[in-house]
DNA sequence: CATTCGTGGCA
DNA sequence: TTGCCAAGAAT
């Protein structure tokens, strides 16, 4: 017989978090905290936001870059759209930028530049989902929301050693993680689960050892932490191929593409080319003599693999193209692409400086 | 409920 | 090299 479980509590991670907490740019700690420093609800939405399926790491230079730039609500919702759009470029899924820029104007314009502090009402907000709404309200407004992310869904499996698969398990974690929201500084609770799960419930190799709630941990009694949560097996990503046309005026203009606003990398700029598929058809965007590149690009999305064929020309200033416009040099940065078309870019750049 | 939607790091 | 994973939302 094992020895009986402790049921976990919410001050012992509490604790934990206030001699852990990681320094994170959008944080206030918990010492600042209880000086009564609040945090800029803004810039809590923003992080999230940016934090939504991506690394701290990943985040942090963009949030740098987008707080600098635009330092309140009202003044991203004043922002060029394919301003915002070229900031977000290769930070990935882009609907989140479009969904910025509507939220913001939405709060701008319909709320009085004042974020809404209930998780209602930021639920009805563009881009901002169950855990979004749940993690403004509970880390900007102190309010006890349910906050379930990832990282929750594997403390909350582990401690319970639940082993029904996601995403039908959902629901029952998030039952286990509504018992143990306390009604103390729940802002700071939130943040501590998940910082458990970033730091030590880690996905690989879990530092059980280091773990504030291991004695309540009915994984960790079982020996199964490695293998929870459970998920549901996933698809194989298939190939598909596509033509890239990379067109280069004599005064060094680029003949680039706004995509549209839906569909894979929606909003952003881009090389006219092809559709993605078995069999692409040529689709040049302007007459030319193409040279073909011999590497192609090769690029991984969430559910398939790219093999981009990359074909480049050189243009008189007087062609006028059938699609796309000309961008000239200081206005266009290859920084300002989505990471596939900078793949590409890399490619003809290279190609055609050899030549 | 299942699918679409990026990217980089890591084992 | 391949697969897995990260503070999910929209449809």
Redesign the pocket.
């Known amino acids: 017989m094992s020895a009986p479980r402790e049921r976990p509590r919410a001050g012992d991670l509490l604790d934990w978090y206030d001699r852990h907490a ?1 320094d ?1 740019p ?2 206030v700690g918990p010492r600042a905290r209880a000086e009564g420093v609040r945090p800029d609800p803004y810039r809590v939405w923003l ?3 940016m ?8 985040v942090k230079s963009y949030y740098e870059t987008f707080t600098t730039r635009w330092p309140t609500v009202q003044a991203l919702a004043a922002a060029e759209d394919g301003d915002v759009m070229a900031a977000w ?8 930028a479009r ?1 910025l820029l509507k ?1 913001a104007r939405a709060v701008a314009g319909d709320h009085g530049g004042i974020f809404p502090d209930d998780h209602a009402t930021l ?1 009805t ?11 403004v309200s509970a ?1 900007a407004f102190d309010r006890p929301e349910v906050v379930v ?3 929750v ?2 403390v909350m499996a582990r401690l319970h050693d639940e082993h029904t698969p996601l ?2 398990a ?2 029952l974690l998030t039952d286990f993680a509504a018992r143990l929201t306390p009604d103390t500084r729940p802002g700071c609770y939130a ?1 501590a689960v ?2 458990l ?2 730091t030590i419930c ?4 879990p530092a059980c050892g280091l773990c504030p709630w291991r004695r309540s941990c009915a994984a960790w009694q079982a020996g199964t932490a490695t293998e929870l949560p459970r ?7 298939p190939t598909r191929l596509g033509i890239a046309y990379l067109a280069r005026r004599v005064d060094g203009a680029w003949l680039l593409e706004r995509r549209p606003d ?5 909003g ?1 700029l881009g090389w006219p080319g092809s559709d993605w598929g078995d069999d692409p058809q040529e689709a040049p965007p302007i007459r030319a003599e193409w040279k073909t590149l011999t590497e192609e690009a090769r ?6 693999h790219l093999r981009l064929t990359v074909r480049t020309a050189l243009l008189p200033m007087d062609r006028r193209p059938d699609r796309g416009e000309f961008i000239e040099l200081p206005d266009f940065r290859p920084s300002d ?7 590409a870019f890399d490619l003809a750049h290279a190609g055609m400086r050899k030549s």
């Open positions: 990681r994170l959008w944080r992080s999230e936001v934090l939504q399926q991506t690394t701290v790491a990943a470029a290769g930070l990935g899924y882009y609907a989140r969904n939220c639920l907000l563009p881009g901002i989902g169950r855990y979004t709404a749940a993690a880390i992310d990832g990282n869904e594997r995403p039908q959902k629901p943040q998940m910082d799960g970033a880690t996905p690989r190799n998920k549901a097996p996933k698809k194989r990503k839906s569909g894979l990398l929606g952003m690029h991984t999305f969430t559910h398939f692409l989505p990471t596939v078309m900078r793949k």
